[in-house]
């Protein structure tokens, strides 16, 4: 599964898993996201998921600025491990 795979290249990062970690966190929300974009996918008018899906996005780039103010190597790495493109330019 895809989630463990990157569970486990992140903990070996970490030597130890931390599901509170901010790149953990990231890791979870895009999947919620991508789950959320499929399902909207098939149900166009499901507007409590697309606002749903709204709050999700804001609270993942909130942590992905935050992740590029501390560290910029890790935010890097991740933008490329998850293939997130990059909505700002630095």
């Known amino acids: 599964m895809v989630k463990n795979s990157i569970r486990l290249v992140i903990s070996q990062e970490k030597k130890k898993e931390n599901p509170g970690s901010v790149e953990f966190q990231i890791f979870n929300f895009t999947n919620k996201i991508r789950r ?15 606002r749903g899906l709204r709050k999700i996005l804001g609270k993942r780039q909130r942590l992905l600025s935050y992740l590029s103010k501390k560290n910029i190597i890790h935010y890097k790495k991740l933008i490329n491990r998850l293939n997130i493109r990059e909505s700002q330019t630095r």
């Open 36 to 50: 959320l974009t499929s399902h909207l996918e098939l149900h166009r008018k499901d507007y409590l998921s697309q």
